[in-house]
């Protein structure tokens, strides 16, 4: 324990900065994975045909073990932060994606044709609609898409782009316990608070009418 | 007015959802399209606001085809309250009432009265509930915000596919006598569709019924009731209604025997040549069997079943 204080005080700067860039790695790859999947969500919601293979990708590229991809990325990307994004952005997509189309699907069918038969137009409706009742939905999956990139940024160190894994496999290099703990500690520490700070949030965004 | 002329609808498999239907439904009244499910008559409805489009045919709104209407300016033109309510769970009473109204930009300060008188209306205190959200009334409440909804632009045509149809009993006839009396008041044209028979005869100035994509018949609901055009619509009528709905005075079985079999194998129950149609409706009721005897003096003259008799309390006086 006391060990691991000393540690904490004497690599201060490095923990810090890593954990500067972990944040840094998973906010960009959640925010771009949202710019990607919550309008693919929408349009696949729409036209559905192309939903399953959609879907279906993503599915596939979420099967993949994240050391595997990282692996994959570097002879095409090379290293560094680009790399680590895009590999983190794939994992990101799948929850965002299948909770938005989800959630503008399970929309009742009624209260769309209600909205038709008033002479709303489909953009409208998508926006008055669609999306206030789905939102709830497409809030869960970007918390678990938040709480999954956090920690399989821990990798990025593999292709050179920092972050907390740095510090856990300086750690592990060196068979310091307490290292290891202080990358370790930081990302639960993170994962948990996205968690919360979402959750607060997805509450937020449940429209007031649905649970009374 | 609204006018359908040669309207057929098909679908991609061929089956025919309407066939050449020319009907027209009067302003200012409520019309009941009635009829056993997937007879068409909400495909027929929906045609009104372009929600169904015909295959062949036209409908006009006061001579005006539709074909040339913008159908998003078309619907907010006219009022629409459908079946499982359908109010938007999201928005507050008060967001869900003035939504058209929103839509077809209105001032704020045109909507909010219009929203309390709207409420007003239906008997909802616009204090109580205007920003209260549609899960937080009962299925009653709900459907009373559903029709003010569609009233709420002032369209001179309201359409309502089974509007009650989810509501328990006691609210039904409460929301079908509010909807009665809110016509007396506001003269729309409303197309009503049910497949409740009861609710047609009681809210309806005229019944359109309808069997396969066709109509049957048009009329009142006294019309339907004292001339029904086949044996479908007396049959969907049910003859019990029909007893319920009619007196038949004083008329006597005797004066029938024509209409009545002259023989008849099977068990039956006895009734005089004297006694009236009514009384012989209850004998046979009671006796639950098919037949009753028509006995002149001990000697039984002729078989008469609840068909028969109705027919009889159907002719009409100068049949007599």
């Not at chain 1, 099967?63 to 994004?85: C, K, N, Q, R, Y």
């Not at chain 2, 459907?143 to 309502?160: H, K, T, Y």
Request: charged share 20%; glycine share 8%.
């Amino acid at each position: 324990m006391r060990n691991f204080i000393d540690t904490l005080i004497s690599r201060q700067d490095m923990i810090q900065s890593a954990f500067m860039e972990h944040i840094y790695l998973s906010f960009v790859a959640v925010a771009i994975g949202i710019a990607i999947a919550l309008p693919t969500g929408v349009l696949i919601a729409r036209y559905r045909r192309y939903a399953e293979p959609i879907i279906g990708v993503t599915a596939v590229f979420q099967t993949i073990p994240s050391l595997a991809l990282f692996g994959f990325l570097v002879p095409l990307l090379g290293i560094g932060s680009t790399t680590a994004l895009i590999a983190l952005i794939i994992y990101a997509l799948l929850p965002i994606l299948r909770n938005t189309y989800t959630g503008i699907t399970g929309v009742d069918s009624s209260t769309i044709e209600a909205g038709r038969g008033m002479g709303m137009t489909r953009t409208q409706i998508l926006r008055q609609i669609e999306l206030p009742l789905a939102l709830p939905f497409i809030m869960a999956g970007i918390r678990t898409a938040t709480v999954l990139t956090v920690g399989i940024a821990t990798l990025a160190t593999f292709v050179g782009a920092g972050g907390l894994g740095d510090i856990i496999y300086r750690g592990l290099q060196s068979y310091n316990n307490a290292l290891v703990l202080a990358g370790a500690l930081p990302v639960a520490l993170l994962a948990i608070g996205f968690d919360q700070i979402l959750k607060w949030i997805e509450k937020r965004a449940t429209p007031k009418g649905l649970n009374p | 007015m609204i006018r359908f002329e040669g309207v057929t609808k098909r679908f991609a498999d061929g089956t025919e959802a309407l066939k050449d239907i020319s009907l027209v439904l009067p302003t200012h009244q409520l019309t009941v399209i009635i009829g056993p499910s997937g007879c068409g008559k909400t495909t027929l409805m929906k045609m009104i606001n372009k929600l169904e489009k015909p295959t062949e045919g036209k409908i006009y709104i006061d001579e005006e085809p539709i074909t040339e209407m913008d159908e998003v300016q078309l619907r907010r033109s006219i009022g629409y309250v459908i079946q499982r309510i359908g109010l938007f769970p999201h928005m507050t009473i008060s967001d869900n009432v003035s939504l058209v109204p929103r839509l077809v930009g209105w001032s704020k300060e045109k909507t909010e009265p219009r929203v309390r008188e709207l409420l007003d209306l239906v008997g909802l205190n616009p204090e109580t509930y205007m920003n209260r959200y549609p899960l937080e009334l009962s299925g009653g409440q709900q459907q009373r915000v559903g029709v003010v909804r569609a009233l709420a632009g002032d369209p001179n045509i309201i359409l309502m596919d089974e509007p009650f149809s989810a509501l328990d009993p006691i609210s039904r006839e409460q929301l079908q006598d509010e909807l009665q009396n809110l016509q007396q008041t506001i003269h729309k044209t409303i197309v009503f569709v049910t497949h409740d028979m009861d609710e047609a005869l009681k809210i309806a100035d005229s019944i359109v019924v309808m069997r396969a994509g066709k109509v049957e018949q048009i009329g009142s609901p006294q019309e339907l009731i004292d001339e029904p055009a086949n044996e479908f619509v007396q049959n969907f009528i049910g003859t019990e209604r029909i007893r319920r709905q009619r007196s038949f005075g004083e008329r006597r079985v005797k004066e029938y025997i024509a209409l009545f079999d002259a023989e008849w194998q099977g068990q039956t129950q006895e009734v005089s040549l004297d006694s009236t149609i009514d009384e012989a409706f209850r004998v046979l009721e009671n006796s639950g069997l098919e037949r009753v005897a028509v006995a002149d003096r001990g000697a039984i003259v002729a078989y008469a079943s609840e068909r028969h008799l109705l027919q009889a309390a159907l002719l009409k006086e100068e049949g007599v």
